[in-house]
């Protein structure tokens, strides 16, 4: 038995881009935080129902490193 497809959001963040501003954190916080150090992490795949914030999030992102698909 194969797993139901399960709709999902993709996100890329482009590290040699992103300086560790923390906006996207703010607009989808399940997706993105910093850690201890200060560096960005995310999940690469969320489900759909945070496509909004996610969207959000590369919007705010004032590195522009941010891909959704
Ligand atoms: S808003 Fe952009 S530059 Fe700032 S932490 Fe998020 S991805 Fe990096």
């Known amino acids: 038995m194969t797993a139901p497809d399960i709709p999902v959001v993709t996100v890329y963040v482009d590290?040699?881009?992103?300086?560790?501003?923390?906006?996207?954190?703010?607009?989808?916080e399940d997706v993105f935080h910093l850690d201890e150090d200060g560096k960005l992490v995310y999940v690469a795949d969320s489900d759909i129902s945070h496509r909004a914030d996610i969207v959000n999030a590369a919007d705010v992102c004032p590195m522009q490193a941010i891909t959704v698909s």
Request: charged share 20%.
């Open 15 to 28: 590290r040699s881009k992103c300086q560790g501003y923390g906006q996207c954190c703010f607009e989808a």
